[in-house]
């Protein structure tokens, strides 16, 4: 599935989106997808992470993730930095 269509369809849904693309917000198509479906993404900054160190990561980021969305109102994109920070990302539409 196409990564704008699964945006899209997620549109509606009290979701928050998880992933590794760091440049979900520089594709022009992706970027107005994710803002027309008023989504919440945060992005795993880090690189070189195996499966259980990225779960790990985003699993430390919890409660970050959960301060962060009641402070910003989607759409927006965060990142997740290795350490588990969260900091807020440009969306580049």
Known sequence: M???DWLT???GQDWIVLTK???IRRRPLEAQAL???NLRVFVVTATDLTGDETGQVIVRALPRI???CKK???PFIGGITRNSEV???KIHD
């Open 72 to 74: 910003h109102r989607a």
């Open 87 to 89: 900091t807020s990302l």
């Open 66 to 68: 959960r301060r962060f």
């Open 35 to 37: 803002i027309a479906a």
């Open 2 to 4: 196409k990564d704008v």
């Open 21 to 23: 693309d760091k440049n």
């Open 9 to 11: 369809a997620l549109q």
